[in-house]
């Protein structure tokens, strides 16, 4: 037997990893608990690195999830600049960038995706940047900075949650800001198209220049560094810094290269499982097998169920019920809340009043409620969750009269 017998290894120390470790240790694992990251710092929080931490509104330090301390305390060994190189399915072992191999009795994988980059003309130029990690939200924050200073304008590929968040942020500090968005409307794949024109506005009426409907075909660049971006109706939009916001791609080179099924992302069941019972995915690496194909869902939400999950499984206690997936967004004075799954709906039905700032959009699928979507609505957010999570679905009339409340429409 080796010393390390009895160990549960966790490969990647952010959002499902830091939960599927305190999840085994408050749920009795007895064996050691090691949790591998190959950044040199965390776990920490991501979404403020496009938002408050951005802004200037929080400090760094609070950004840290859990102190080295605290989780010593759990009995948790945090290994920071680890990165695992590969699996040994045959051995339950992984082997870590140094050559030097870990055994575990269970393995949770938990490594995140990485920012996709784009492949254009110029792409490679100083000041052509992503966000994903805490390392490149501080190189962002400086090129701001700079961008503020120069008066040198931003520019975001990709009118995504990410791209839009940072175009906010970067208003606040004072930074000219162009948007330019491939598909015809923004939050394409997230929002119906109602939302997506309120949010076009929304960042028109700050003075973000929003194109929709156009590609970008080359970054043009000056002595090494970016000067603007070109776009397929001929026009240039003038840079001093871009940034890439097309989406992040699921680490999954591990479990692929152990012969674990990728979508791409790693496939899962619903209890976070894969085909190997002693390997479970959690978090934004993972995509969970559904009727006809897989879903894939990167939320702080999604991270901590399937953490709890993979915790469960390897302690062979039964998982709790799934709930209501749910996630935000701050864009301005804009707090987005979505709860449940909106894809495929058919029908939007609008609760309040969007000029006034604050809604909420219903999606239903045929006549069944599948997520609501509200605006500064944090009350029809909370009432949307308990309604889903009871499948409950409310009359489109009733819920579209607001002076009827949500919370009797529960029967
Ligand atoms: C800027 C930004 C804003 C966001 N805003 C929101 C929001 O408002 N609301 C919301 O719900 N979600 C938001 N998200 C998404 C949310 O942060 C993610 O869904 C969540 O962090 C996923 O957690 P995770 O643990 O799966 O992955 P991660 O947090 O990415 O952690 C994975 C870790 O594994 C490490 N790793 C990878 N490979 C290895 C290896 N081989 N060995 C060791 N370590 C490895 C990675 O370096 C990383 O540290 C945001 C994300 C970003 C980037």
Redesign the pocket.
């Known amino acids: 037997m080796s010393a390390d017998d009895g160990a549960a290894l966790i ?7 830091l939960q599927a470790a305190e999840s085994l240790r408050a749920g009795g694992w007895s064996g050691p608990v090691v949790l ?4 040199d710092e ?1 776990p920490y929080h ?2 403020p ?3 408050a931490w951005l802004a200037r509104e929080v400090e760094a330090a609070q950004l840290t999830m859990r102190a080295r301390a605290a989780l010593e305390r759990k009995g948790i060994e945090l290994r920071n600049g ?4 590969a699996i040994r399915r045959e051995r339950h072992a992984v082997e870590l960038a140094d050559g030097s191999e870990l055994r575990y009795r269970g393995l949770v994988l ?4 990485t920012a996709r980059r784009i492949d254009l003309p110029g792409a490679q130029a100083r000041g052509v940047v992503v ?3 805490l390392a490149d ?1 501080r190189h962002l924050a400086a090129a701001l900075e700079g961008c503020a200073t120069s008066g040198q304008p931003l520019v975001i590929i990709g009118g995504g ?2 791209g839009l ?1 940072v175009a906010a942020t970067a208003r606040k500090l004072g930074v000219e800001v162009a948007v330019v968005e491939a598909a015809p409307r923004l939050l394409a794949g997230a929002l119906p198209p109602q939302l997506s024109e309120w949010y076009a506005g929304l960042h028109a009426a700050h003075g973000v220049r929003v194109s929709c409907g156009v590609a970008p075909v080359a970054i043009e660049t000056a002595d090494g560094a970016v000067s603007g971006v070109a776009l397929a109706d001929g026009s240039v939009l003038p840079a001093g810094l871009v940034l890439v916001g097309v989406g ?1 791609a699921p ?1 999954d080179a ?1 479990a692929r290269e152990a012969g674990l099924e990728c979508a791409p992302g790693i496939v899962v069941d619903a209890q976070a499982r894969t085909a190997d019972p002693a390997i479970y995915a ?4 993972a995509v969970r097998r559904v009727d006809g194909g897989v879903l894939r869902l ?6 901590v169920e399937q953490g709890k999950l993979a915790a469960a499984g390897l302690l062979g206690q039964s998982p709790t019920a799934p709930g209501v997936p749910w ?4 864009q301005f004075d804009a707090r987005l809340q979505v709860a449940g799954l909106g894809g495929g709906a058919d029908a939007v039905v609008l609760r309040g009043d969007p000029a006034g700032g604050a809604f909420s959009a219903f999606l239903y699928r045929g006549d069944a409620l599948a997520a609501v979507v509200s605006i500064n609505a944090p009350q029809d957010h909370m009432a949307a969750r308990k309604l889903l999570a009871a499948g409950r679905s409310p009359a489109p009339q009733r819920v579209a009269d607001a002076t009827l409340p949500l919370a009797a429409m529960m029967t």
């Open positions: 490969v990647g120390a952010g959002q499902a990893g591998l990251g190959d950044e965390g991501r979404p690195l496009s938002k680890t990165a695992v190189r938990a490594t995140g995706a966000l994903r990690t939200a949650f990410i968040e992040a680490n591990l959690a978090g934004d690496c990167q939320s702080v939400f999604n991270a996630f935000w967004s701050d």
